[in-house]
């Protein structure tokens, strides 16, 4: 079973930055799609970037956002410049891997 536990999550100002982790375990095999969602209070949860062979970005976060991730250990990461207060939400990682897997969300709070 794969688990996924996120970190990097936290408090920062408008036009800061944050990087999250996620690091999954229960397989030692390359997990084929890694990536993250976010959800805001009172709104459904959203794709914000996925990464395989490719990357996949959402409108509101591309050129601020980067996703990447290392293979040998199955983690991806998100770098988050210029955040914004909507960018304010839990983040979730996600694993496509046979069936979905989702961490537990870590979450960022951009004030303005």
């Known amino acids: 079973q794969v688990q996924l536990v996120e970190s990097g999550g936290g408090l920062v100002q408008s036009g800061g930055s944050l990087r999250l982790s996620c690091t999954a375990s229960?397989?030692?095999?390359?997990?084929?799609?890694m990536g993250w969602y976010r959800q805001a209070p009172g709104k459904q949860r959203e794709l914000v970037a996925l990464i395989s062979s490719s990357t996949t970005y959402a409108d509101s976060v591309k050129g601020r956002f980067t996703i990447s991730r290392d293979n040998v250990y199955n983690r991806v990461y998100l770098q988050m410049n210029s955040l914004k207060p909507e960018d304010t939400a839990v983040y979730y990682c996600?694993?496509?891997?046979?069936?979905?897997?989702w961490g537990r969300g870590t979450l960022v709070t951009v004030s303005s």
């Open positions: 996600h694993a496509q891997y046979g069936n979905e897997h």
């Open positions: 229960g397989t030692i095999f390359r997990i084929p799609i």
